[in-house]
């Protein structure tokens, strides 16, 4: 049935009969796509299960034409509203573009020039797509307003937080729900907010971002979208590459409004929480009760999100904040934990063997220090190690070991940041000397000291012939 009413929009409007017809692959939504083609012309035939969402699309749609933005047109709908078909954009999605960066965490130059490029055009989408828009065109509310605010937080409620079986006082949170309402309801905004707006719902056409699946927008503040994009759970943005991207959303802005460029970070992040709580509770409902396995590997990057969130925390919202702590630390999340990196540093002899690396990582960096002038060959220092004030003078005052650890700084420190950005958990760096005392103790407690100062990361430091032990933390 779905195939005859797409076949004969396409026949109507083409003129062409007996299109081929090829189902394409559905996203989260209860939508059904296919592409029909004949001879050169290729269109995608649409069914959609509500005939009121279909409405939303089909009339932003052909606003979005008119404002000249990168929206796909429809060009033909059946009598009934369920059926339509619009614009064939191709196969390339922005989510499948970054995909190197989103799976290393280091983006290349063209994968951040994409992103650059989208999040500018996000602006324009927002501003120029509510100029003269009758938004109660949208579905299932013309504006954000704070019944959607409450959906939202009530699909977290009881579509994650309960399946979690956390016993939790509703009304303290509905307390701070309140407040969090209020909070985010206080910038009355004519802009169009997307709502899902996510580098999977961003088609490529010739390298220019277009825009697809737009059909629960509404009037609503611009920080929405912001957060849905740059906090997207599987994007694994970077800070750095995260902080460029908004500065690049804000000169975007900048084109049509006054943009007070603190104010807007402040309320950004109320909006990052409220978002990662929406997507939560969607994952939740799709994942646990519509049983669909995508969202369930979904949910450890979310949680990964509020986690960095919470570092921070939210004084205005005390119950809610320590809930969501409580809730991150569970058992059963305990796998969704992102580990950090350690750097593991060791000192070692070489008569008695490199020391093995129990990550089975291959052992990193060994370096030999063995060319240093060596206290060992005075009796003076026999009972003294690199970690005594005698040694440490003997080896800074003639220069020769600052001057080897000046040029292994640099070189740690690309590397420390790489395994940092590509989202590694274990890099060793060793140090050795003849018989593991002065030269190899010296250089791995200030090769320990600089990582920890420097990227404030967890290091573990063994003196292996002391069989001494030091943790740093941030």
């Known amino acids: 049935m779905d195939m005859q009413q797409l076949i004969t929009l396409f026949t109507t409007f083409t003129g062409k ?18 592409r029909l083609k004949k001879d050169d012309l290729s269109l995608i035939g649409v069914h959609g299960e509500s005939r ?16 000249r933005l990168n929206a796909p047109q429809v060009l033909a709908v059946s009598d009934d509203d369920m059926f339509y078909i619009q614009q064939d954009l191709g196969d390339e999605i922005l989510f499948d573009a970054i995909k190197g960066g989103r799976l290393t965490g280091v983006f290349s130059h063209e994968e951040k020039a994409l992103l650059h490029k989208t999040i500018a055009m996000l602006a324009d989408f927002q501003v120029k797509g509510a100029e003269k828009l009758d938004f109660n065109v949208c579905h299932p509310l013309p504006e954000f307003n704070q019944r959607s605010v409450y959906w939202d937080l009530n699909y977290f409620k009881y579509n994650f937080l309960k399946t979690t079986g956390m016993d939790f006082q509703e009304d303290q949170l509905e307390n701070d729900f309140e407040k969090l309402a209020e909070n985010l309801l206080q910038d009355q905004s004519e802009a169009f907010m997307y709502r899902d707006f996510q580098s999977r719902n961003v088609m490529l056409v ?24 740059l906090w997207q759970a599987k994007a694994n943005f970077p800070d750095e590459l995260r ?21 807007f970070l402040k309320q950004l992040r109320q909006f990052v929480l409220f978002r990662t709580l929406q997507v939560l509770g969607a994952y939740g409902f799709r994942g646990y009760f519509e049983k669909k396995p995508h969202f369930i590997q979904s949910v450890p990057f979310a949680l990964n999100n509020l986690r960095d969130l919470l570092k921070e925390g939210f004084e205005e919202y005390p119950y809610l904040s320590g809930l969501l702590r409580e809730m991150t630390e569970l058992k059963q999340f305990a796998d969704s934990r992102k580990r950090e990196l350690e750097v593991r540093i060791y000192s070692f002899a070489y008569k008695k063997g490199i020391p093995d ?7 990193g960096y060994v370096f030999d220090c063995r060319a240093i002038n060596n206290p060992g060959k005075y009796e003076r220092y026999n009972n003294v190690t ?15 070991m600052l001057e080897f650890l000046d040029s292994i700084y640099p070189l740690v420190d690309r590397h420390v940041k ?34 920890s100062r420097k990227f404030g990361i967890k290091v573990s430091l063994v003196h ?3 069989n001494l032990e030091q943790v740093f933390r941030d």
């Open 206 to 229: 010739d390298g220019n971002p277009w825009f697809i699946d737009f059909q629960g927008g509404r009037k609503g503040p611009v920080y929405y979208d912001v957060a849905s994009f």
């Open 418 to 451: 790489r395994y940092k950005d590509r989202g590694f958990t274990d890099l060793m760096i060793s140090f050795g000397c003849t018989g593991g005392q002065h030269r190899s103790v010296y250089a791995a407690q200030k090769t320990a000291e600089h990582i």
């Open 52 to 67: 009121e969402e279909n409405r939303a699309f089909i009339a932003l749609s052909r606003h979005f034409h008119k404002q």
């Open 357 to 363: 690396d129990t990550s089975g990582n291959g052992g």
């Open 17 to 34: 009969a007996n299109p081929t017809l090829e189902a394409l692959p559905s996203s989260g939504s209860n939508r059904k796509y296919f």
């Open 464 to 466: 292996r012939e002391q």
């Open 243 to 263: 902080n460029e991207l908004i500065h690049t959303y804000i000169e975007s802005l900048k084109k049509y409004q006054h943009v007070d460029e603190s104010g």
């Open 386 to 400: 690199g970690l005594d004030e005698p040694v440490i003078q003997f080896l800074e005052e003639d220069g020769e």
